[in-house]
Protein backbone atom coordinates (compact mmCIF):
# COMPACT_ATOMS: atom_id res chain seq x y z
CA UNK A 1 0.00 0.00 0.00
CA UNK A 2 1.34 3.55 -0.58
CA UNK A 3 2.56 6.27 1.51
CA UNK A 4 1.49 9.74 0.83
CA UNK A 5 2.67 12.55 3.18
CA UNK A 6 -0.31 14.71 4.64
CA UNK A 7 0.15 17.61 2.11
CA UNK A 8 0.16 20.08 5.15
CA UNK A 9 3.09 18.20 6.98
CA UNK A 10 4.87 18.38 3.66
CA UNK A 11 4.19 22.10 3.04
CA UNK A 12 5.40 22.65 6.84
CA UNK A 13 8.76 20.65 6.39
CA UNK A 14 11.99 19.56 4.84
CA UNK A 15 12.53 15.85 4.52
CA UNK A 16 15.58 14.57 6.21
CA UNK A 17 15.65 11.15 5.19
CA UNK A 18 13.56 7.75 6.02
CA UNK A 19 14.65 5.32 9.07
CA UNK A 20 13.62 2.04 9.12
CA UNK A 21 9.86 2.87 9.31
CA UNK A 22 9.75 6.29 10.19
CA UNK A 23 9.83 9.32 7.65
CA UNK A 24 12.31 12.27 9.27
CA UNK A 25 11.49 15.35 8.89
CA UNK A 26 12.49 19.01 10.13
CA UNK A 27 9.71 21.65 11.00
CA UNK A 28 11.13 24.79 8.83
CA UNK A 29 10.91 27.19 11.72
CA UNK A 30 13.91 28.07 13.15
CA UNK A 31 12.37 28.98 16.14
CA UNK A 32 12.61 25.55 17.89
CA UNK A 33 14.98 22.69 16.71
CA UNK A 34 12.35 20.28 16.02
CA UNK A 35 11.70 16.95 14.03
CA UNK A 36 8.10 15.41 13.19
CA UNK A 37 8.60 11.47 12.61
CA UNK A 38 5.91 9.45 10.28
CA UNK A 39 5.16 6.16 9.95
CA UNK A 40 5.33 5.21 6.47
CA UNK A 41 1.76 2.84 7.02
CA UNK A 42 -1.21 4.04 5.21
CA UNK A 43 -4.49 4.94 7.69
CA UNK A 44 -2.61 5.32 10.99
CA UNK A 45 -4.01 7.77 13.37
CA UNK A 46 -3.01 7.51 17.43
CA UNK A 47 0.37 6.69 18.94
CA UNK A 48 -0.95 3.40 20.05
CA UNK A 49 -2.10 2.24 16.48
CA UNK A 50 1.50 1.52 14.95
CA UNK A 51 1.21 -2.51 14.14
CA UNK A 52 3.46 -4.80 16.59
CA UNK A 53 5.32 -5.69 14.23
CA UNK A 54 6.48 -1.99 13.50
CA UNK A 55 6.26 -1.13 17.10
CA UNK A 56 9.96 -1.56 17.26
CA UNK A 57 10.99 0.64 15.06
CA UNK A 58 8.34 3.21 15.78
CA UNK A 59 9.74 3.58 19.22
CA UNK A 60 13.33 3.49 18.28
CA UNK A 61 12.80 6.32 15.87
CA UNK A 62 11.75 8.11 18.88
CA UNK A 63 14.75 7.69 20.69
CA UNK A 64 17.18 8.23 17.36
CA UNK A 65 15.75 11.23 16.61
CA UNK A 66 15.49 12.62 20.43
CA UNK A 67 19.49 11.67 20.66
CA UNK A 68 20.21 13.40 17.61
CA UNK A 69 18.44 16.42 18.67
CA UNK A 70 19.81 16.54 21.93
CA UNK A 71 23.47 16.08 20.02
CA UNK A 72 23.34 19.04 17.68
CA UNK A 73 21.65 21.33 19.72
CA UNK A 74 22.58 20.54 24.05
CA UNK A 75 18.55 20.25 24.57
CA UNK A 76 17.38 21.74 28.10
CA UNK A 77 14.33 19.57 27.50
CA UNK A 78 13.08 17.49 24.56
CA UNK A 79 8.87 18.16 23.86
CA UNK A 80 7.77 14.86 22.96
CA UNK A 81 3.85 14.74 21.42
CA UNK A 82 1.27 12.82 19.08
CA UNK A 83 -1.74 15.55 18.83
CA UNK A 84 -2.81 15.21 15.05
CA UNK A 85 -6.13 17.13 16.06
CA UNK A 86 -5.25 19.40 12.52
CA UNK A 87 -3.39 16.82 10.63
CA UNK A 88 -4.75 13.01 11.52
CA UNK A 89 -2.15 11.26 9.88
CA UNK A 90 -0.09 9.84 12.94
CA UNK A 91 3.06 12.42 13.88
CA UNK A 92 5.55 12.40 16.52
CA UNK A 93 6.81 15.68 17.40
CA UNK A 94 10.27 15.75 18.87
CA UNK A 95 11.27 19.70 19.58
CA UNK A 96 14.49 20.48 21.70
CA UNK A 97 13.50 23.32 24.23
CA UNK A 98 15.43 25.93 26.26
CA UNK A 99 14.67 27.64 28.89
CA UNK A 100 15.57 31.57 26.43
CA UNK A 101 13.35 30.19 23.24
CA UNK A 102 10.31 32.18 21.71
CA UNK A 103 7.30 30.08 23.69
CA UNK A 104 9.46 28.70 27.08
CA UNK A 105 7.20 27.09 29.03
CA UNK A 106 4.25 27.05 26.55
CA UNK A 107 4.57 24.46 23.90
CA UNK A 108 5.24 25.40 20.88
CA UNK A 109 2.40 24.14 19.12
CA UNK A 110 0.11 26.82 17.48
CA UNK A 111 2.18 29.19 19.34
CA UNK A 112 3.04 32.29 17.25
CA UNK A 113 4.23 32.23 13.23
CA UNK A 114 6.76 30.23 12.22
CA UNK A 115 9.91 31.38 10.98
CA UNK A 116 11.58 29.59 8.02
CA UNK A 117 15.47 29.25 7.72
CA UNK A 118 17.25 31.47 5.49
CA UNK A 119 18.47 28.46 2.55
CA UNK A 120 22.36 27.96 3.89
CA UNK A 121 21.03 27.71 7.67
CA UNK A 122 18.66 24.92 6.13
CA UNK A 123 20.76 23.38 4.51
CA UNK A 124 23.71 22.81 7.41
CA UNK A 125 21.19 21.77 9.62
CA UNK A 126 19.10 19.08 7.59
CA UNK A 127 23.03 17.55 6.59
CA UNK A 128 24.15 17.84 10.17
CA UNK A 129 20.65 16.06 11.02
CA UNK A 130 20.76 13.45 8.55
CA UNK A 131 24.66 12.60 9.52
CA UNK A 132 23.48 12.39 13.10
CA UNK A 133 20.85 9.90 11.95
CA UNK A 134 22.98 7.49 10.20
CA UNK A 135 20.96 8.74 6.91
CA UNK A 136 22.41 9.96 3.47
CA UNK A 137 20.62 13.87 3.41
CA UNK A 138 17.63 14.06 1.35
CA UNK A 139 17.06 10.42 0.95
CA UNK B 1 15.92 4.18 45.23
CA UNK B 2 12.50 6.08 46.61
CA UNK B 3 10.08 7.31 44.59
CA UNK B 4 8.38 10.87 44.97
CA UNK B 5 5.41 12.21 42.76
CA UNK B 6 6.12 15.99 42.15
CA UNK B 7 3.77 17.95 44.54
CA UNK B 8 2.02 19.80 40.93
CA UNK B 9 1.40 16.47 39.73
CA UNK B 10 0.49 15.47 43.32
CA UNK B 11 -2.10 19.07 43.35
CA UNK B 12 -3.86 18.36 40.02
CA UNK B 13 -4.41 14.73 39.82
CA UNK B 14 -6.17 11.29 41.11
CA UNK B 15 -4.49 8.03 41.83
CA UNK B 16 -5.96 5.72 39.94
CA UNK B 17 -3.34 3.24 40.83
CA UNK B 18 -0.23 1.76 39.48
CA UNK B 19 0.62 -0.14 36.39
CA UNK B 20 4.03 -2.32 36.29
CA UNK B 21 6.09 0.58 36.18
CA UNK B 22 3.66 4.10 35.84
CA UNK B 23 1.79 5.31 38.08
CA UNK B 24 -1.81 6.00 36.51
CA UNK B 25 -2.83 9.77 37.22
CA UNK B 26 -6.40 10.91 36.26
CA UNK B 27 -6.05 14.83 35.78
CA UNK B 28 -8.59 16.29 37.91
CA UNK B 29 -10.34 17.88 34.96
CA UNK B 30 -13.94 16.73 34.11
CA UNK B 31 -13.46 19.37 30.59
CA UNK B 32 -11.22 16.38 29.01
CA UNK B 33 -10.94 12.56 30.06
CA UNK B 34 -7.36 12.90 30.60
CA UNK B 35 -4.26 10.61 32.21
CA UNK B 36 -1.30 11.13 33.32
CA UNK B 37 1.43 7.95 33.49
CA UNK B 38 4.68 8.77 35.59
CA UNK B 39 7.11 6.10 35.89
CA UNK B 40 8.56 4.99 39.09
CA UNK B 41 11.70 5.99 38.73
CA UNK B 42 13.60 8.80 40.30
CA UNK B 43 15.44 11.27 38.09
CA UNK B 44 13.81 10.82 34.85
CA UNK B 45 13.24 14.03 32.70
CA UNK B 46 12.86 12.93 29.06
CA UNK B 47 10.68 10.57 27.32
CA UNK B 48 13.73 8.80 25.77
CA UNK B 49 15.53 8.43 29.12
CA UNK B 50 13.43 5.36 30.32
CA UNK B 51 15.91 2.75 30.66
CA UNK B 52 16.13 -0.67 28.23
CA UNK B 53 14.97 -3.00 31.18
CA UNK B 54 11.57 -0.40 31.82
CA UNK B 55 11.01 0.25 28.15
CA UNK B 56 8.78 -2.38 27.06
CA UNK B 57 6.43 -1.70 31.00
CA UNK B 58 6.59 2.21 29.67
CA UNK B 59 5.48 2.16 26.00
CA UNK B 60 3.01 -1.08 27.11
CA UNK B 61 1.06 1.63 29.83
CA UNK B 62 0.87 4.10 26.99
CA UNK B 63 -1.22 1.63 24.83
CA UNK B 64 -2.82 0.46 27.77
CA UNK B 65 -4.19 4.43 29.15
CA UNK B 66 -4.77 4.98 25.69
CA UNK B 67 -7.36 1.82 24.59
CA UNK B 68 -8.50 2.50 28.53
CA UNK B 69 -9.71 5.71 27.48
CA UNK B 70 -10.54 4.78 23.94
CA UNK B 71 -12.96 2.00 25.46
CA UNK B 72 -14.60 4.51 27.66
CA UNK B 73 -14.76 7.31 26.09
CA UNK B 74 -15.22 6.66 22.41
CA UNK B 75 -12.43 9.00 21.71
CA UNK B 76 -12.25 10.69 18.61
CA UNK B 77 -8.56 11.24 18.93
CA UNK B 78 -5.90 10.76 21.32
CA UNK B 79 -3.22 13.34 22.10
CA UNK B 80 -0.04 12.21 23.83
CA UNK B 81 2.83 14.24 24.78
CA UNK B 82 5.85 14.41 27.34
CA UNK B 83 6.04 18.04 28.04
CA UNK B 84 7.42 18.80 31.35
CA UNK B 85 8.70 22.09 30.72
CA UNK B 86 7.47 23.06 34.45
CA UNK B 87 7.27 19.83 35.54
CA UNK B 88 10.45 18.16 35.04
CA UNK B 89 9.60 14.96 36.30
CA UNK B 90 8.82 12.57 33.22
CA UNK B 91 5.07 12.14 32.95
CA UNK B 92 2.72 11.77 30.00
CA UNK B 93 -0.12 12.66 28.94
CA UNK B 94 -2.97 10.90 27.22
CA UNK B 95 -5.90 12.77 26.51
CA UNK B 96 -9.42 11.98 24.78
CA UNK B 97 -10.41 14.38 22.63
CA UNK B 98 -13.78 15.57 20.67
CA UNK B 99 -14.53 17.85 18.07
CA UNK B 100 -16.94 19.35 20.64
CA UNK B 101 -14.54 19.65 23.51
CA UNK B 102 -13.69 23.19 25.05
CA UNK B 103 -10.51 23.50 23.53
CA UNK B 104 -10.48 21.77 20.09
CA UNK B 105 -8.76 21.67 18.21
CA UNK B 106 -5.97 23.44 19.52
CA UNK B 107 -3.76 20.72 21.90
CA UNK B 108 -5.25 20.89 25.82
CA UNK B 109 -2.05 21.58 27.76
CA UNK B 110 -2.15 25.74 29.03
CA UNK B 111 -5.75 25.80 27.67
CA UNK B 112 -7.98 27.79 30.86
CA UNK B 113 -8.73 26.49 33.93
CA UNK B 114 -9.40 23.39 34.74
CA UNK B 115 -13.14 22.52 35.99
CA UNK B 116 -12.89 19.73 38.96
CA UNK B 117 -15.10 16.70 38.64
CA UNK B 118 -18.11 16.35 41.44
CA UNK B 119 -17.08 14.04 43.93
CA UNK B 120 -19.56 11.07 42.79
CA UNK B 121 -18.63 11.65 39.03
CA UNK B 122 -14.93 11.30 40.00
CA UNK B 123 -14.93 8.19 41.99
CA UNK B 124 -17.50 6.54 39.29
CA UNK B 125 -14.68 7.37 36.63
CA UNK B 126 -11.89 6.67 38.59
CA UNK B 127 -13.60 3.52 39.25
CA UNK B 128 -14.02 2.53 35.67
CA UNK B 129 -10.51 3.52 34.52
CA UNK B 130 -9.03 0.91 37.35
CA UNK B 131 -11.04 -1.87 35.90
CA UNK B 132 -10.32 -1.28 32.55
CA UNK B 133 -6.65 -0.83 33.42
CA UNK B 134 -6.95 -4.32 35.68
CA UNK B 135 -6.29 -2.19 38.52
CA UNK B 136 -8.14 -2.18 41.95
CA UNK B 137 -9.26 1.65 42.55
CA UNK B 138 -6.63 3.67 44.51
CA UNK B 139 -3.71 0.86 44.53
Given amino acids: MGFHLHERLAADTIHVGDLALSRVLLMNDRRFPWLILVPRREGLRDFDEVASEDKADFYLAIEQASAA ?7 YKLNVGAIGNMVPQLHVHIVARFPADAAWPAPVWGYGVAEPYEAGALENLVAKLARELGLKSGD
Same sequence: chains 1, 2.
Avoid: D, K
Wanted: aromatic share 0%; net charge positive.
Fill in 69 to 75: LRALTGA
